[in-house]
């Protein structure tokens, strides 16, 4: 079956960095796009990043562009997020994530806490 695992998260000052990853397992991960999401306390969850599944092809939330880069690894079947310059307005859960055959599957998420 489908498994998404994250892990990378923690607490951080703000103008730090994390980088999150997510090993992928019960699909065939190299053509399978993914997707970040996160969620903050008391907000709906939204999207953050997108690879496309060659990893040619990368879309960003507006106010992540520049700080956040996604980036995948076909032969480790594992989807990265390099976060920089982290704000505070990016603490969050954040949340890997596939659409398979019409249906949306995640990860158990990993906390990202931005705080001085």
């Known amino acids: 079956q489908v498994q998404l695992v994250e892990s990378g998260g923690g607490l951080v000052q703000p103008g730090g960095s994390l980088r999150l990853a997510c090993a992928a397992s019960?699909?065939?991960?190299?053509?399978?796009?993914m997707r970040w999401y996160r969620q903050a306390p008391g907000k709906e969850r939204e999207l953050v990043a997108y690879i496309a599944s060659t990893g040619g092809s990368t879309n960003y939330q507006d106010s992540v562009k520049g700080r956040f880069t996604i980036s995948r690894d076909n032969a480790k079947n594992t989807v990265y997020q390099q976060m920089n310059s982290l704000e505070p307005e990016d603490t969050a859960v954040y949340f890997c994530?596939?659409?398979?055959?019409?249906?949306?599957?995640w990860g158990q998420g990993t906390q990202v806490t931005v705080s001085s």
């Open positions: 019960g699909f065939t991960f190299s053509s399978t796009s």
């Open positions: 994530n596939i659409r398979r055959m019409g249906r949306d599957y």
